[in-house]
């Protein structure tokens, strides 16, 4: 079933988006909303936010608005801080 994203929800995405994988995103935003949301309804929200992440299996970050260009990348320090 189709739900409506709240304001919350998504500014959670947009501001993780390139911290967290798609999956450790989708599992804390459903601990914190207390309502199941999948990998791929989380990934479609990112895409639909214009969030693209950098290619590469397991590698988070965001990729520039600048084609062929992309973020440097994150260091566990970084992503810890979190």
């Excluded at 994203?5 to 207390?34: H, M, R, T």
């Excluded at 936010?49 to 608005?65: F, M, N, S, Y």
Aim: with cysteine.
């Amino acid at each position: 079933m189709n739900r409506i994203w709240s304001e919350a929800e998504k500014q959670f995405v947009a501001a993780n988006a390139g911290v967290l994988s798609d999956k450790d995103g989708a599992a804390k935003l459903s601990q914190k909303s207390g309502r199941n949301i999948t990998v791929h309804a989380y990934r479609k929200q990112r895409q639909r936010l214009q969030l693209k992440k950098r290619p590469g299996r397991g590698v988070c970050g965001l990729a520039h608005t600048i084609p062929n260009t992309v973020l440097p990348p994150v260091t566990p320090d970084e992503a810890a801080r979190e």
